[in-house]
């Protein structure tokens, strides 16, 4: 089954830091550019970064640039977001993507998705 | 950024009913290249992620019902639902993935049954 499951979200206090993981299966991960995107519960969805499918390009949002860091180890199959100096508002449910990177560009895996919580 | 604006807010509509939503962007999603507008649309339940329905504006995911439909071109595209289940309520979302940079979410529709 092809899949991609999020994990490392948690409550941290303002100014702290927070690594997600992304754990893909069931596709051959190397092959595909993959994002992050975040969501305020009942509010809408942002996209926050993207890198492509070697790791050697890394986009990233205005909002979390120069604080976020996305990464990838290929032969891991697993992504990366190091958050830091985090503030209340990256309070969000954190998703990870997949770009079918066949030229449509689609998103066409998602994640379930880690809540991230930045409160003191 | 391009900015992505959908409308309405929310509708509510009777089952077997056609539910349309609007989405507008505010510059072309058109990529030269290849003459194809880079527009999605998903699908959120509470509770779960988005589900891809459409993708470059009017290709239909595999697995999506034939009742979704999309279409438009340049800034303003189409949802349509052409008779609503009662499996359809939801949120809908539209997107653009033209990037450059960034890919940025419309607001939103929730779609009701009437």
């Known amino acids: 089954e092809v899949q991609l499951v999020e994990s490392g979200g948690g409550l941290v206090q303002p100014g702290g830091s927070l690594r997600l993981s992304c754990a893909a299966s069931?596709?051959?991960?190397?092959?595909?550019?993959i994002h992050w995107v975040r969501q305020v519960p009942g509010k809408g969805l942002v996209w926050v970064s993207q890198?492509?499918?070697?790791?050697?390009?890394?986009t990233y949002a205005d909002s979390v640039k120069g604080r976020f860091t996305i990464s990838r180890d290929n032969a891991k199959n697993t992504l990366y977001l190091q958050m830091s100096s985090l503030r209340a508002e990256d309070t969000a449910v954190y998703y990870c993507?997949?770009?079918?990177?066949?030229?449509?560009?689609?998103?066409?895996?998602w994640g379930q998705g880690t809540m991230v919580t930045v409160s003191s | 950024d391009i900015v992505m604006t959908q409308s309405p807010d929310s509708l509510a509509v009777s089952l077997g009913e056609r539910a349309t939503i609007n989405c507008k962007s505010s510059?072309?999603?058109?990529?030269?290249?290849?003459?194809?507008?880079?527009l999605a649309w998903f699908q959120q339940k509470p509770g779960q992620p988005p589900k891809l329905l459409i993708y470059l504006t009017s290709n239909r995911e595999s697995g999506v019902p034939d009742r979704f439909s999309g279409s438009g071109s340049g800034t303003d595209f189409t949802l349509t639902i052409s008779s609503l289940q009662a499996e359809d309520v939801a949120v809908y979302y539209c997107?653009?993935?033209?990037?450059?940079?960034?890919?940025?979410f419309g607001p939103g529709t929730k779609v009701d049954i009437k």
């Open positions: 890198i492509s499918s070697d790791g050697s390009t890394t």
């Open positions: 997107q653009q993935y033209l990037g450059t940079p960034g890919y940025t």
């Open positions: 069931g596709f051959t991960f190397s092959s595909h550019w």
């Open positions: 510059q072309s999603v058109l990529y030269n290249s290849n003459n194809k507008n880079y």
């Open positions: 993507a997949r770009d079918r990177s066949d030229g449509t560009g689609a998103f066409d895996i």
